[in-house]
């Protein structure tokens, strides 16, 4: 099994910048990619960036594209996600996620951390 842990989310005004952290502990030798999706209020989960646990191979939804940053410490066993230039309807719970190489699906998953952005 595999635990992520979260870190650093919190309240910014709009135009700001917060950072990301999910850590890996157990079986971190079973992960092959890493994403980060996020859940505003009354709205489904949505895709918003995956990287291989190499560190290469990063994609990003539309809506954060050039603004977030997806990268990996594999000496940390950590992940993280910068945001910048932060808008209101960036606020939403954000759950970091891994996979293996054979699962379509992501099986394991952080508890959220909460980000809000003011305007």
């Known amino acids: 099994q595999v635990q992520l842990i979260e870190s650093g989310g919190g309240l910014v005004q709009a135009g700001g910048s917060l950072r990301l952290s999910c850590a890996a502990s157990g079986r971190t030798g079973n992960i092959y990619r890493m994403g980060w999706f996020r859940q505003a209020p009354g709205k489904e989960r949505e895709f918003v960036a995956h990287?291989?646990?190499?560190?290469?191979?990063?994609y990003y939804a539309d809506s954060v594209k050039g603004r977030f940053t997806i990268s990996v410490d594999n000496a940390k066993n950590t992940a993280y996600l910068q945001m910048n230039s932060l808008k209101p309807e960036d606020t939403a719970v954000y759950y970091c996620?891994?996979?293996?190489?054979?699962?379509?699906?992501?099986?394991?998953w952080g508890q959220g951390a909460f980000v809000t952005v003011s305007s």
């Open positions: 996620a891994g996979r293996s190489s054979i699962s379509l699906t992501y099986p394991y």
């Open positions: 990287i291989n646990w190499s560190g290469d191979s990063t």
